[in-house]
């Protein structure tokens, strides 16, 4: 089955066209000056450098051959005619040809690009309805009651001053970041594979926070020693600190190789990991007090 799949790629500036507020200039760049601005009143006066965008005759023009498909690349639209083996898998084999295209055009391009598929036809020039996302959103919980007593308690632990309790406080509060950077629902491959990375990169930090204070046995001889002198017991040890490092290690978490599989069991167990290791801080910190 004959399947041409068009898809829009940003951003847009790599192909000389507007970009919201980013300066679109022609290589090898140049000078270029800001907007100036009246100090007293704070306002902008004259807009500086303009943009330069590419010109009709000068945009982009490229057809080729990727792999067995075919491309034509329009400014920054991409065509792929390929061969899919039904309706059903069309969008998915269509985009996999694009992803792949996108990544090696990123290893050359020294940026990334990401495609939105616009229009999906078959080879009577049918189109192929596109999945639509009706809603999407979050939900945030809150106890205020809650929320006051934890000022308090993060308050107290202001005056500890330790290298390392610092550096274990960088790292999980990375953690807490990249676990919460993620895209939402999508079904477009590219939206996927970033939301496992940041899952696997969160992991790693609340490992790296984790292994500041209790060490990690591929460097730190006292390792199964360590976590005794916070106070806590060899069931601990075994069943949360040694878990987290198993999923660590063994899952692909190292390695960034997660299946839907080992991306999902992550997601399940982020929570129980980041309250292991806000335990393992606040027993440093008392250790440190002690």
């Not at 330069?52 to 690349?73: D, I, M, N, T």
């Not at 996927?192 to 940041?198: E, K, P, V």
Request: charge should be negative.
């Amino acid at each position: 089955m004959r399947c041409l799949l068009a898809c829009e790629v940003s951003p847009p500036s790599a192909f000389g066209l507007p970009d919201g507020d980013v300066l679109v200039m022609p290589a090898p760049g140049g000078q270029f000056h800001g907007p100036s601005v009246h100090s007293k009143a704070g306002v902008r006066v004259t807009p500086g450098t303009l943009p330069q965008y590419r010109l009709l005759e000068s945009r982009l023009h490229v057809e080729c051959a990727a792999g067995k498909s075919q491309v034509r690349f329009i400014d920054n639209v991409i065509e792929i005619r390929y061969e899919a083996e039904g309706r059903s898998t069309a969008l998915a084999e269509g985009l996999r040809i694009v992803e792949t295209l996108l990544q090696h055009l990123a290893l050359e391009h020294g940026k990334c690009f990401t495609a939105r598929p616009l229009f999906l036809e078959d080879e009577a020039e049918n189109l192929i309805p596109l999945p639509i996302i009706l809603f999407q959103g979050t939900v945030t919980v809150y106890d205020l009651a809650g929320l006051g007593n934890q000022v308090i308690e993060a308050a107290g632990r202001v005056g500890v001053d330790d290298a390392v309790l610092e550096k274990a406080l960088d790292y999980y509060e990375h953690a807490l970041y990249l676990m919460g950077a993620g895209p939402g629902p999508s079904w477009v491959p590219s939206t996927y594979r970033t939301a496992g990375h940041l899952v696997a990169g969160a992991f790693l930090f609340l490992w790296k926070a984790l292994s500041a204070i209790v060490g990690d046995p591929s460097i730190d001889g006292d390792y199964q020693r360590r976590y005794r002198t916070l106070g806590l017991d060899y069931v601990f040890f075994r069943d949360t600190i040694e878990e987290i490092r198993r999923l660590r290690n063994e899952d692909d978490v190292a390695h960034y190789r997660l299946d839907a599989t080992g991306l999902e069991t992550l997601k399940q167990r982020f929570e129980m990991a980041r309250t292991a290791v806000r335990q393992v801080i606040i027993a440093y910190v008392a250790y440190l007090r002690s």
